[in-house]
């Protein structure tokens, strides 16, 4: 009775020690005396006590800091970049198979790239072109990290810092730039104001009274501003100078 009672509770406490549960988001990647059985979870599972091991793998997307470092660009540039990664187990035995710490093995390659991807751009390039150079980062690494079992998502450029000599000198270039524009846009409203003037005058041309009409016009504007002295044009004198001869022949009349 009493060996029974001794099995029974052996039993009881190799079944209690079996019992695994593995959460959503990761899986268990089973060993069979050293040897590889196969992959399990989500959920409750059970595995032989002293005969086989479990290796826990999280499938969740790892946000990994590529941390800055100086490169020199392909115009000689010499600068600081930082990046962040993001990567994800997809192949949870290759994870644990093929590389012994994949996080660590793919933060190195990830500093690697960074460091021969940036240096075949030119400055220009980097801080207009970002989505390329991302992508071709991305990329790179992804190649490298396929075997391992994990796949890179996005690469991002968060920080690139330059010399205090080239920001000096983008900032002049960038004045320089924002004149040269000015003045452009300066020239083609002289320029559009120019050619209206000249239609304006040949429409004046053609009718005298129009001349007459603006200069009617803009008296009653400097009317409003209430000036002491107001300047007749001589063209408008020598019209007044006729109506009155007029209205002198006809009362004479």
């Given at each position: 009775m009493d060996f029974l009672f001794f099995i029974l509770a052996v039993g009881v406490i190799t079944l209690l020690a079996s019992i695994r549960v593995v959460k959503e988001y990761d899986r268990g990647v089973v060993f069979f005396l050293g040897k590889f059985k196969d992959v399990r979870g989500p959920g409750l599972i059970l595995l032989f006590p002293y005969l086989e091991q479990m290796t826990r793998v999280s499938l969740r997307t790892i946000t990994m800091q590529i941390p800055s470092q100086k490169i020199i660009t392909k115009d000689n540039v010499s600068i600081d970049i930082a990046a962040v990664a993001y990567f994800l187990i997809v192949d949870p035995a290759k994870s644990v198979i093929a590389i012994e710490n994949i996080t660590s093995a793919v933060n190195q390659i990830s500093q690697t790239t960074v460091r021969n991807v940036v240096g075949q751009f030119s400055l220009d390039q980097l801080l207009s072109e970002t989505l390329d150079v991302n992508q071709r980062i991305k990329d790179v690494?992804?190649?490298?990290?396929?075997?391992?079992?994990?796949?890179?998502?996005?690469?991002?450029?968060?920080d690139i810092t330059l010399p205090d000599n080239m920001q000096r000198a983008m900032a002049k270039e960038a004045e320089a730039e924002r004149e040269r524009?000015?003045?452009?846009?300066?020239a083609e409203g002289e320029f559009q104001a120019a050619v209206k003037l000249g239609e304006a005058a040949d429409i004046i041309a053609s009718h005298p009274?129009?001349?007459q009409l603006r200069t009617l016009q803009t008296m009653a504007e400097i009317s409003v501003e209430?000036?002491?002295?107001i300047i007749f044009p001589a063209q408008f004198m020598t019209t007044v100078q006729e109506a009155m001869k007029m209205i002198t022949s006809d009362s004479g009349k």
């Open positions: 690494i992804d190649t490298h990290t396929e075997p391992w079992g994990a796949k890179v998502t996005a690469v991002e450029i968060k524009r000015a003045k452009i846009v300066a009274v129009a001349l209430k000036n002491s002295t």
